[in-house]
């Protein structure tokens, strides 16, 4: 079969967070494609997990499932530990899209809810990027983290899911600055609606909306995670070599 990306990530290992199911899980299979031997983390669908890494290893790439809840500090450094016994230590890409959404009108916002979307959404990310960093080589690494459209366009409803992706651009160009002198690129991908599992289960895949989302889009229609992937591929690879603290619309042209 013929993988027009094979070799771009040749010996480079890369760990995508939340990689059980959609856009992850399209991310982890187009870096495996790629030529990198990727860590799946799930948080408790290791048959989903499971299923990625058989598409990875069917198509001759490397991979392995490792469960971890990227808000709990113990659980991330358990899981780049067990990342470091599969592949050697070695680490060159980290991928934070595990995340959440939940929306809630303002006036059912809760202390728990702020705390529970942030902890997951935005402490995750920083947590995997102190992981990360500690093991990315002396010759750099690329951070691409999945933020959101709702970062900047407005949504009724997910103030505090916004929010959480307003932070991740802000931590996206602060971290860009901080790291830049170790090479490491930090990046940030900002896709609107995609149909997943995710988005599917809290009920965002209607008629209606999808009917909206095409009207918005000047490409005519809603994205699925295989558009989002080659996004990641191309911020993950040196082909972005001169990017970074950028956040890139995947939107098919909806602003
Ligand atoms: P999804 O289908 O709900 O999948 C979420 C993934 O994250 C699953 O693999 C899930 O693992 C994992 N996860 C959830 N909580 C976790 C935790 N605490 N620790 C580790 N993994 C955890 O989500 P999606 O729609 O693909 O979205 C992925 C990312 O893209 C999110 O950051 C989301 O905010 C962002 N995004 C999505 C859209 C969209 O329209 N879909 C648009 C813009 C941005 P388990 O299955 O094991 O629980």
Redo the contacts with the bound molecule.
């Keep these: 079969m013929t993988q027009p990306h094979s070799a771009v990530l040749h010996r480079k290992v890369a760990l995508v967070?939340?990689?059980?199911?959609?856009?992850?899980?399209?991310v982890a299979k187009q870096l495996g494609e790629a030529g990198a031997a990727v860590i799946v983390?799930?948080?408790?669908?290791?048959g989903?997990?499971d299923a990625v890494v058989r598409s990875i290893e069917a198509r001759g790439g490397r991979a392995v499932a490792i469960?971890?809840?990227?808000?709990?500090a113990a659980?991330v450094e358990r899981l780049f530990r067990e990342a470091d016994d599969a592949f050697g230590g070695r680490l060159d890409v980290l991928v934070?899209?595990?995340?959440?959404?939940v929306t809630t009108p303002l006036q059912e916002v809760t202390p728990a809810h702020f705390d529970h979307s942030f902890?997951?959404?935005v402490l995750?990310a920083i947590l995997c990027c102190q992981a990360a960093c500690s093991r990315f080589p002396s010759d750099g690494g690329s951070i691409v983290n999945?933020?959101?459209?709702?970062a900047t366009k407005g949504a009724a409803g997910s103030v505090v899911?916004s929010a959480?992706?307003g932070a991740i651009d802000a931590l996206t160009r602060t971290l860009s600055e901080e790291l830049a002198p170790r090479n490491i690129r930090v990046n940030a991908?900002?896709?609107?609606?995609?149909?997943?599992?995710?988005?599917?289960?809290?009920g965002?895949v209607t008629e209606q909306l999808e009917q909206e989302w095409k009207a918005k889009a000047a490409l005519g229609r809603v994205?699925t995670?295989e558009d989002?992937a080659p996004v990641v591929l191309f911020l993950a690879s040196s082909a972005s070599r001169w990017l970074t603290g950028e956040t890139i619309h995947p939107t098919g042209g909806v602003r």
Excluded: C, H, M, W
């Design positions: 967070t939340g990689a059980s199911r959609g856009i992850g899980a399209a983390n799930y948080a408790s669908n290791r989903g997990a469960q971890a809840d990227v808000g709990d659980g934070n899209n595990a995340g959440i959404y902890r997951i959404n995750g999945i933020s959101s459209l709702a899911y959480t992706k991908i900002n896709p609107g609606l995609v149909i997943t599992e995710g988005t599917r289960a809290a965002f994205a995670p989002i």
